[in-house]
Nanobody, 125 residues
Framework: VQLQASGGGLVQAGGSLRLSCVASGDTFSNYGVAWFRQAPGKEREFATAISWSGTSTYYIESVKGRFIISRDNAKNTVYLQMSSLKPEDTAVYYC???????????????????WGQGTQVTVSS
């Protein structure tokens, strides 16, 4: 499956952005999807994930209550709605896909087989 991330940009602190990850090349509902982010000078980190059906989601503590991940399998798209953005949210955001999550959420880079190209999110103070 190929992934294309988009929707990044420059926003003031407290603002909102919605990222999209569009998949092609396979049946999208076969995959669990996550968003990772990489801030300048830091390692890439897991941010949130969604099950193949969209019925289950998982967030790291620092984005919980501010970010919402969702998906529309009919449109082969996963969304990341980001609100109350902070300067520390500044990063390149990547979507990633893997076969369906089992009983445990997987959050490491090597757990995901397919990656989008990344989209830059910059939050100014």
């Amino acid at each position: 499956v190929q992934l294309q991330a988009s929707g990044g940009g420059l926003v003031q602190a407290g603002g909102s952005l919605r990222l999209s990850c569009v998949a092609s090349g396979d049946t999208f509902s076969n995959y669990g999807v996550a968003w990772f982010r990489q801030a300048p000078g830091k390692e890439r980190e897991f941010a949130t994930a969604i099950s193949w059906s969209g019925t289950s989601t998982y967030y790291i503590e620092s984005v919980k209550g501010r970010f919402i991940i969702s998906r529309d399998n009919a449109k082969n798209t996963v969304y990341l709605q980001m609100s109350s953005l902070k300067p520390e949210d500044t990063a390149v955001y990547y979507c990633a896909a893997r076969p369906p999550f089992g009983s445990h959420w997987l959050t490491e880079d090597h757990d995901f087989d397919y990656w989008g190209q990344g989209t830059q999110v910059t939050v100014s103070s």
